[in-house]
């Protein structure tokens, strides 16, 4: 079976919350979610950043495009996020999670689910637990290209904002998640 820090990842996709998961792998801790997503809202400078990327977005940029200039921009006004100890960076990894959901969704405020299955799939029942489901079970991707990436560069001490910019850059490379950009393009 798959587990993650000794718990069962099946159990965990359909008893607990991807942010309560995401407090499991960064802290050890399901509990600490309340304090990593604390009323899950972007602080005001992040929200200034959300505010500037969506206006790019209006130029049609793809939203990988999207994430990967809020992450530029957020890094320097989040100088929180170069205390690499466990407790702060998963604070910061929880400001990204929150920057991220709202440069893609209208809905930053939301448990990180909810906001997606509101942006992704209106009015479709059950959507924000199948979504809150495949978040957790995607949650630890183990030593793909972008995953790695995000690791090495972590690992060099790189703040949590640079690692996940780091793993988005090679996210977009074809022969990981461009990949889909083309496959969708053969599709249509």
């Not at 718990?7 to 050890?28: K, P, S």
């Not at 509990?31 to 969506?54: E, H, I, Q, Y």
């Not at 809905?107 to 978040?135: T, V």
């Not at 290209?145 to 996940?164: G, K, L, Q």
């Amino acid at each position: 079976g798959l587990y993650y820090r000794g718990q069962d990842v099946f159990a965990l996709a359909t008893e607990y919350t991807f942010e309560q998961v995401a407090a499991l792998l960064w802290l050890g801790d399901l509990g600490a979610s309340d304090r990593l997503f604390a009323a899950n809202r972007l602080p005001d400078r992040l929200t200034r950043t959300t505010a500037r990327v969506k206006s790019l977005s209006a130029n049609h940029l793809p939203p990988i495009h999207q994430l990967s200039v809020a992450l530029a921009l957020a890094e320097v006004d989040d100088l929180a996020a170069y205390d690499l100890r466990p407790e702060p960076a998963a604070h910061a990894g929880a400001r990204i999670l929150a920057l991220m959901i709202g440069v893609l969704t209208e809905f930053p405020a939301l448990p990180i689910a909810e906001a997606l299955a509101a942006a992704w799939s209106p009015g479709i029942a059950g959507a924000a637990k199948l979504i809150n489901a495949a978040l957790i079970v995607c949650a630890d991707h183990e030593l793909n290209a972008s995953s790695f990436t995000a690791r090495v560069a972590a690992s060099a001490d790189a703040n949590p904002y640079a690692a996940v910019a780091a793993g988005l850059a090679a996210l977009r490379g074809l022969k990981h998640g461009g990949s889909v950009e083309q496959a969708e393009t053969l599709l249509r």
